[in-house]
């Protein structure tokens, strides 16, 4: 319990020190823990096993504050496209740049694996998702109908092109300098 209050005390101070580092299987009941709070049809154990293990064309990774698994990411990268699978925050741990701060680690992760354009999809009903990736330079693309069966909600799927011109970069580099707060980053 006490660090669960030094916690609550250092993020109301915003001076969290979140570090991004490779997705492993011992992470992954946080990572459920995590899913199952935020998800309806949330993925199973087995699901991100084999998204973790498979040898190369994935990046996953999560978030810590602390030892606490605090948010997680996740993409597919092929023939020069990434496609972001999943991206949660702790619902405790919101309004933190936690998404913020995954969302640069997979598009540096994209840059260094010679990705040029980036897709999602997201829920249409999820404005303060599509609000972190507009920040980041995605656009609407299309709609996938019913994509969520549990809902029957559409997917507004989302693109983002060009990622590694200069003029990304300096987006980038604006994002960061907004998030404040030291983050360790995962190497790429």
């Given at each position: 319990?006490?660090?669960?209050?030094?916690?609550?005390?250092?993020?109301?101070?915003?001076?969290?020190?979140?570090?991004?580092?490779?997705?492993?299987?011992?992470?992954?009941?946080?990572?459920?823990?995590?899913?199952?709070?935020?998800?309806?049809?949330?993925?199973?154990?087995?699901?991100?096993?084999?998204?973790?293990?498979?040898?190369?064309?994935?990046?996953?990774?999560?978030?810590?504050?602390?030892?606490?698994?605090?948010g997680y990411c996740g993409m597919i990268m092929t023939c020069g496209e990434a496609h972001i699978t999943n991206?949660?925050?702790?619902?405790?741990?919101?309004?933190?740049?936690?998404?913020?701060?995954?969302?640069?680690?997979?598009?540096?992760?994209?840059?260094?694996?010679?990705?040029?354009?980036?897709?999602?999809?997201?829920?249409?009903?999820?404005?303060?998702?599509?609000?972190?990736?507009?920040?980041?330079?995605?656009?609407?693309?299309?709609?996938?109908?019913?994509?969520?069966?549990?809902?029957?909600?559409?997917?507004?799927?989302?693109?983002?092109?060009?990622?590694?011109?200069?003029?990304?970069?300096v987006r980038l580099q604006s994002i960061l300098s907004r998030i404040g707060g030291k983050t360790t980053w995962?190497?790429?």
């Amino acid at each position: 319990m006490a660090f669960d209050v030094a916690n609550q005390r250092t993020s109301q101070t915003g001076t969290d020190s979140v570090v991004i580092i490779p997705m492993k299987r011992r992470h992954l009941r946080s990572v459920i823990r995590i899913e199952n709070k935020v998800f309806p049809r949330p993925w199973t154990v087995g699901l991100f096993m084999s998204e973790i293990s498979t040898p190369t064309g994935r990046a996953y990774y999560i978030a810590k504050i602390g030892p606490r698994v605090v948010g997680y990411c996740g993409m597919i990268m092929t023939c020069g496209e990434a496609h972001i699978t999943n991206i949660a925050v702790d619902p405790e741990w919101g309004r933190r740049h936690i998404a913020s701060r995954m969302m640069v680690q997979m598009i540096r992760t994209a840059i260094a694996n010679e990705t040029l354009d980036v897709t999602l999809e997201v829920r249409m009903s999820n404005r303060s998702a599509q609000s972190l990736y507009y920040r980041f330079g995605f656009a609407p693309g299309g709609v996938r109908k019913n994509y969520y069966p549990e809902t029957n909600e559409d997917a507004l799927i989302m693109w983002v092109h060009d990622i590694g011109s200069p003029n990304y970069e300096v987006r980038l580099q604006s994002i960061l300098s907004r998030i404040g707060g030291k983050t360790t980053w995962a190497q790429v």
